[in-house]
């Protein structure tokens, strides 16, 4: 059974810093494309940022979020990571995990085939 689980969310104050972790167990991800997507209470679910399996040639990441996040990954571990920093309060998120069958990478929530539980980001102001 595939599982996508992710930690490291919590509460921090405008301009901090958070780490994000997703780890995979069932299958390999490590020639997949994985991302990172959050949602907002009353919100569509949006994405933050994508990882190849090549990944320093092709990591692509929403306007929002560019140059204040970086999305990295470990094939060894299975794993992925968001590094937030400089954090505001729109950041405050159910941030979520996800992983595609698919090589290529994609910004489509609906292009994804595994989920992550996600996890919760609060930034107070």
């Known amino acids: 059974q595939v599982q996508l689980v992710e930690s490291g969310g919590g509460l921090v104050q405008t301009g901090g810093s958070l780490k994000l972790s997703c780890a995979a167990s069932g299958r390999s991800f490590s020639r997949n494309a994985m991302g990172w997507f959050r949602q907002a209470p009353g919100k569509d679910r949006e994405f933050v940022a994508v990882i190849a399996w090549w990944s320093s040639s092709s990591i692509y990441y929403a306007d929002s979020v560019k140059g204040r996040f970086t999305v990295s990954r470990d094939n060894a571990k299975n794993t992925m990571y968001l590094q937030m920093n400089s954090l505001k309060p729109e950041d405050t998120a159910v941030y979520y995990c996800?992983?595609?069958?698919?090589?290529?990478?994609?910004?489509?929530?609906?292009?994804?085939?595994?989920w992550g539980q996600g996890t919760q980001v609060t930034v107070s102001s």
């Open positions: 996800a992983a595609r069958r698919a090589i290529g990478t994609s910004s489509a929530p609906n292009d994804y085939d595994y």
